[in-house]
């Protein structure tokens, strides 16, 4: 048989080919290789892919939290319950609240400053403070967010604001009522006023005495 020089490499590599993936799936059981497993966060190569957030170490979280708790602890016995900010009692209490609102410490010392607080912010709301009121529950809603109390509170501050606006307007419309506006004048009323003639200087009599002239010869011979 007359085969193609050119015919023949190319079935012969074929079939070493087919005979290579046979001898390869009797080694395996008859079963086809399976593919390498990619990871689920595979992504492209460079920058954006190595970037790793990094996790908090859990030691340095809790040694954070005792320090906090320690400085809230300060700040509490020293009366600086809420003043000032930044450095009061309820401000550390609320960051170590954000870092383990479950430790035993942190939730001893919320129980502490809570009922000071709630107290405080209703007293603030009495007194009329409306602006200072809902700051100090915003401050009060990170020791405890969602808290039935804050809520209340809140309630009350919205009702106060309410009957303030209300009071203020009853206030303007009884002094709009007390120092009522003059109605404008209509075109019959415009017409019936008395005109008042302009005043000439010929109408306004002047009486003056006549100035005799100075006699210079009298006055000399004097």
């Given at each position: ?106 939730r001893e010392a919320v129980s502490d400053l809570l009922p000071l607080a709630l107290a405080r912010a209703e ?38 604001i309410r009957a303030d606006a209300e009071a203020e307007a009853a ?52």
């Amino acid at each position: 048989m007359n085969v193609d020089r050119f015919t023949l490499p190319t079935t012969f590599f074929a079939s070493l080919a087919i005979a290579s993936t046979i001898a390869l799936l009797g080694g395996c059981g008859g079963e086809a290789p399976s593919r390498p497993a990619v990871a689920d966060h595979a992504g492209p190569a460079g920058p954006i892919a190595d970037r790793v957030v990094p996790r908090p170490d859990p030691a340095e979280s809790s040694a954070e939290l005792r320090r906090l708790v320690a400085r809230g602890n300060q700040a509490f016995a020293a009366g600086r319950l809420f003043e000032p900010a930044g450095d009061s009692a309820i401000d550390h209490y609320a960051a170590a609240v954000a870092i383990d609102p479950a430790d035993p410490a942190v939730r001893e010392a919320v129980s502490d400053l809570l009922p000071l607080a709630l107290a405080r912010a209703e007293s603030v709301i009495v007194r009329g403070s409306r602006a200072d009121a809902a700051v100090l529950l915003d401050r009060i809603d990170r020791l405890t967010p969602g808290s039935p109390a804050i809520g209340a509170l809140r309630g009350r501050l919205a009702a106060a604001i309410r009957a303030d606006a209300e009071a203020e307007a009853a206030a303007a419309a009884r002094l709009a009522e007390a120092n009522p506006e003059p109605a404008p004048l209509t075109d019959a009323a415009v017409a019936e006023q008395p005109t008042t003639p302009p005043i000439t200087v010929d109408a306004i009599a002047l009486d003056v005495a006549p100035v005799r002239p100075i006699d210079l010869a009298d006055s000399s011979r004097r």
